[in-house]
């Protein structure tokens, strides 16, 4: 799987929009992009996925360049509750052996009141 | 529809005792993963399955064991537990053709 690059930490007021970015910059073709989320204690939660085109879900749009190095991962109107660690992961999809998560240390993410 | 869910939430051992954890999904989901997650670090995988009656390991699989007797259950297992076992251990379970992993609340183990 593609390594990829997050920073550390990021601050956001509370009703912005939240934009995390990430680099891949040796993604490879049949690689997605996704993004995980883990508030304090909890499991990860699974927020969107994508290969080349941008995706928009309930939860976040997800924006890939055009040459595929780089993605953000945009949460329209931050609230309190966003504040969690986002994990940017490419990885080749359906894959059925050796199949894990390589989660890194992702974003820490502070929505401020 | 509950989605995963981890028994126990947290527990406390001493050295030497064994203990089992069990994840269950009702999503009829084929596969099922174990992954430990220390302070300060990702998730790393323990032992995974693709189906029921299948286990294999992941990246650190030494001092577990896992079984897989029911499509809805992966129990892992620890025969003796070590103070390095300390961890919070997640449970995942995906369909197949769907690449997402949906992840249990977690287990808090403190191996004394």
């Known amino acids: 799987d593609a390594k990829t690059t997050q920073p550390t930490s990021m601050d956001c007021a509370e009703g912005r929009a939240a934009n995390l970015p990430c680099n891949h910059s040796?993604?490879?073709?049949?690689?997605?992009v996704y993004w995980y989320r883990q508030i304090h204690s909890q499991g990860p939660q699974y927020i969107i996925h994508?290969?080349?085109n941008n995706e928009t879900n309930e939860m976040a749009s997800l924006i890939i360049t055009e040459d595929r190095k780089s993605s953000t991962l945009i949460l329209p109107h931050a609230t309190l509750r966003d504040t969690a660690v986002y994990y940017c992961?490419?990885?080749?999809?359906?894959?059925?052996?050796?199949?894990?998560?390589?989660f890194g240390k992702g974003t820490r993410l502070h929505i401020l009141p | 529809n509950a989605g995963v869910t981890q028994t126990p939430k947290f527990r406390v051992l001493k050295t030497g005792q064994s203990m089992t954890l069990l994840c269950a999904q009702d999503?009829?989901?084929?596969?099922m993963y174990w992954y430990r997650q220390d302070p300060g670090m990702g998730l790393r995988l323990i032992h995974y399955?693709?189906?029921?009656?299948?286990?294999a390991k992941g990246e650190v699989p030494d001092g577990y064991n896992v079984s897989r007797l029911k499509k809805q259950n992966f129990l892992l297992g620890l025969e003796s537990a070590a103070p390095s076992q300390t961890s919070v251990y997640f449970c995942?379970?995906?369909?197949?053709?769907?690449?997402?992993?949906?992840f249990g609340p977690g287990t808090r183990l403190l191996v004394l």
């Open positions: 999503m009829n989901h084929e596969y």
């Open positions: 994508g290969l080349k």
């Open positions: 995942a379970s995906r369909s197949t053709g769907v690449e997402t992993q949906y």
């Open positions: 992961i490419v990885r080749v999809a359906m894959r059925n052996r050796d199949d894990k998560i390589i």
């Open positions: 040796t993604i490879s073709g049949n690689e997605y």
């Open positions: 399955s693709v189906g029921e009656g299948t286990t």
